[in-house]
């Protein structure tokens, strides 16, 4: 990662230090980030999640791994014969923030949470009609529903990402995805987990030293049960009707999580 995008990265961290979504300015006893995840692509691989979602259908032997570190860069790869355990759809993600051996950190009601991280998206991962989503949140367990997702996103013919609470099916921001292809963009997330109204989420991009988009909701629902666990990869539809399907791979570096407390 260049020395330019970690100092971006940097600045806008200590810049919303205080400005968290969902709490006042200052309290009594003024809360503020403290680091509690930051794995090495080179150093701790796919040790980094708390799990790893391979082509979990075995569909594509002959594309293994599809999602491996190399370098810095943690590369999730998807071949257009790529299928999931539910054929209508390709998945390759990981789940979770391992701080080490058998212990992840769990994020829980009441609970605010923050991921920086920057992305690079190719040209080759297009939007598309149905959902394309390259980050989720959700609750464990099979057949959850995701409650926050980051997707690319065909409106109106415009290749655009965005975010949405997918309980209630609130767009929180959306931004033209072109400008973002090929190159390095920074994604500042956080999330206050509240059920009902009780929670938050504000969510930043960066590109090129400036301020793509900065978007946030309060009052909002971000809780089913147990917890919430993020997600990173590849996850699409199969039923994309503008032609957008084909090989690809999306790249992360420098994840990072925070904890307001």
């Given at each position: ?72 860069n943690w590369r999730f790869n998807m071949h257009t014969v790529d299928r999931d355990t ?139 049960a147990d917890r919430v666990r993020p997600k990173w990869g590849i996850y699409r539809s ?18 990072r999580g925070y904890q307001l407390v």
């Amino acid at each position: 990662m260049s020395t330019s995008r970690r100092v971006l990265l940097g600045a806008a961290l200590g810049g919303a230090a205080t400005a968290a979504v969902g709490l006042p300015a200052a309290t009594a006893h003024a809360a503020s980030w403290q680091q509690k995840w930051a794995p090495s692509a080179s150093g701790d691989g796919l040790g980094a999640f708390e799990t790893v979602e391979d082509d979990r259908a075995d569909s594509h032997p002959a594309g293994h791994p599809h999602i491996f570190a190399t370098g810095n860069n943690w590369r999730f790869n998807m071949h257009t014969v790529d299928r999931d355990t539910s054929t209508d759809r390709q998945r390759q993600e990981v789940t979770g923030l391992r701080t080490r051996g058998s212990s992840y950190l769990k994020w829980t009601q009441g609970q605010t949470w923050r991921l920086t991280y920057s992305m690079y998206i190719p040209s080759s991962l297009k939007a598309t009609t149905t959902f394309t989503h390259i980050m989720q949140m959700k609750q464990p367990g099979n057949g959850t529903s995701p409650i926050v997702v980051q997707s690319l996103r065909r409106v109106n013919g415009r290749q655009t990402i965005e975010l949405k609470l997918a309980i209630d099916d609130i767009l929180v921001g959306r931004t033209d995805l072109d400008p973002l292809h090929d190159k390095w963009t920074d994604v500042d997330f956080q999330i206050k987990v509240g059920n009902g109204s009780a929670g938050s989420v504000r969510w930043i991009l960066k590109s090129g030293g400036s301020t793509v988009i900065d978007a946030s909701k309060t009052g909002v629902d971000t809780f089913l049960a147990d917890r919430v666990r993020p997600k990173w990869g590849i996850y699409r539809s199969l039923g994309d009707t503008s032609g957008s399907l084909q090989d690809t791979y999306l790249l992360l570096t420098n994840l990072r999580g925070y904890q307001l407390v």
